[in-house]
């Protein structure tokens, strides 16, 4: 079946625009999960959700990032004011429950700069 | 502090060689263990988990990993490495306990030579 999606693959922005990305998970799965990927770094956590909720936002980095799920399937992160540190690749991940030994399976990720 | 440490950040074997990468971690209880592969312009690709059970766990593309909870490790290896194997490597646990999240290590970058 289909993997997860993201889109677009890549996005460029102008420091102080806003910006959405887009995650669609695999079907039937009920955790979603974003992390952001810097140059030459492993991916860090920024939030998860189960079914329509966020279950865990610890890892956004400040008031400018938000991200929701309003039915429970697809996801939207939403980054306001751009900074030149905003950019990064997204990834989207998805799992069949939101239980520690489940898989997540990674979309591509969305490329950002913002410049 | 709590973290996945991966030491070699760039590894080179040539094409048929062995392949041992290293990630070590700093919980006190032992947390879920997975190794990703990251090839370029690829999304991140399960090779194996370790939750419970046997040690030594069997993944795809033929790797294997042993957990070792005196060294606190979970090593990745191959026996003999294909060119197809060459991309980034990355050890990451989750805490479990409500803490679903995955924490990366910094990842390794493998290149094979011909």
């Known amino acids: 079946g289909a993997g997860v999606s993201q889109t677009p693959s890549n996005k460029v922005t102008e420091k102080g625009k806003y910006v959405e990305l887009r995650c669609d998970p695999i079907s039937g799965h009920t955790a979603l999960y974003w992390y952001r990927q810097s140059l030459g770094q492993g991916p860090e956590f920024l939030i998860y959700?189960?079914?329509?909720?966020?279950?865990?936002d610890s890892g956004l980095p400040n008031d400018r990032f938000f991200a929701v799920r309003p039915e429970g399937s697809v996801s939207t992160l939403k980054i306001q004011r751009t900074e030149r540190g905003d950019s990064a690749v997204y990834l989207c991940?998805?799992?069949?429950?939101?239980?520690?030994?489940?898989?997540?399976?990674f979309g591509p990720g969305t490329r950002l700069t913002v410049l | 502090a709590q973290s996945v440490t991966q030491p070699d950040i760039h590894i080179t074997v040539s094409e048929g060689a062995s392949l041992e990468l290293r990630c070590n971690y700093s919980y006190g209880a032992t947390p879920y263990l997975f190794w990703y592969v990251q090839s370029p312009g690829q999304g991140l690709q399960l090779l194996l988990k370790?939750?419970?059970?046997?040690?030594l766990v069997q993944g795809i593309k033929g790797f294997e990993a042993e957990f070792k909870r005196s060294q606190s490790s979970f090593n990745l290896r191959k026996p003999s490495v294909h060119w197809s194997d060459a991309a980034e490597y990355f050890c990451?646990?989750?805490?479990?306990?409500?803490?679903?999240?995955?924490?990366f290590g910094a990842g390794t970058r493998l290149a094979v030579h011909p």
């Open positions: 959700f189960q079914g329509t909720g966020a279950a865990d």
């Open positions: 990451a646990v989750v805490l479990g306990g409500g803490y679903n999240k995955l924490i």
């Open positions: 370790y939750f419970s059970g046997d040690t």
């Open positions: 991940a998805s799992s069949l429950r939101l239980a520690g030994a489940d898989t997540q399976y």
